[in-house]
């Protein structure tokens, strides 16, 4: 039978708006987190990224929150442009640094002029 | 255009073709990898390559065949391809040892028609 694809999970948010976007891992041993960022036609770009030590980092309009308890990862983008509309991915890497990454599914973010 | 240049950008393929994709990065990075990307499904991972030995094999069909002639360029030999192989497929790069995340490359848009 036909096979049917997974829905990805979507956010829209209006210009100007914060979004938040989560992700959920299951490694508790993966020392290193990244967030990627998809747009139509490319290839994933890196954002921003964490290491299990620390539970927050900031970048240029970005903040990744990790809460290793519920091992929880979430990427914070701070008013939200049009620009910002893409797939987002977060990506685990487990406990060497041989180790490779693991991806998620992905979110879809629409922002709303 | 990013450290990891992937040609060609699009290839459409009768199931009979035998075709190649391209991956070159600029980074000197000492891994390349090859991924698949479906519509609506997570990166899936094809293959590894660490200093140019394959180190993981993915359980992907023997229609694939990749080639590492040195630890800048990724090859991805396609023969007898199925209509369900059609995919974005992404190579992407990193330097291992060093915790660092992966260069995507911008992907081969792939249809078996």
């Known amino acids: 039978g036909e096979s049917v694809g997974l829905h990805l999970p979507t956010l829209s948010v209006q210009e100007g708006d914060n979004s938040i976007i989560n992700c959920a891992y299951s490694n508790s041993a993966s020392d290193y987190f990244i967030w990627y960022k998809q747009e139509s036609g490319k290839g994933p770009q890196f954002i921003i990224d964490i290491r299990s030590n620390m539970d927050k980092r900031q970048g240029q309009r970005v903040t990744v929150l990790l809460n290793k308890t519920v091992k929880h990862l979430s990427l914070q983008i701070a008013a939200t442009q049009p620009g910002d509309s893409a797939v987002y991915f977060c990506a685990e890497r487990g406990g060497t640094s041989y180790g490779k990454l693991t991806f998620g599914q992905g979110t879809i973010l629409t922002v709303h002029p | 255009e990013t450290g990891v240049t992937q040609t060609p950008r699009h290839l459409v393929m009768g199931m009979t073709n035998k075709k190649s994709l391209k991956c070159e990065q600029h980074l000197g990075h000492n891994a390349m990898y090859w991924y698949k990307q479906s519509a609506k499904k997570p990166l899936e991972l094809m293959f590894v390559?660490?200093?140019?030995?394959?180190?993981e094999n993915n359980s992907v069909p023997s229609r694939f065949s990749p080639e590492c002639p040195n630890s800048s360029h990724l090859f991805l030999h396609l023969h007898t391809l199925q209509p369900e192989d059609s995919a974005l497929y992404l190579c992407?790069?990193?330097?291992?040892?060093?915790?660092?995340?992966?260069?995507f490359g911008s992907g081969t848009r792939l249809t078996v028609v």
């Open positions: 390559y660490n200093f140019k030995e394959q180190t």
């Open positions: 992407a790069s990193s330097q291992m040892g060093t915790g660092y995340g992966y260069t």
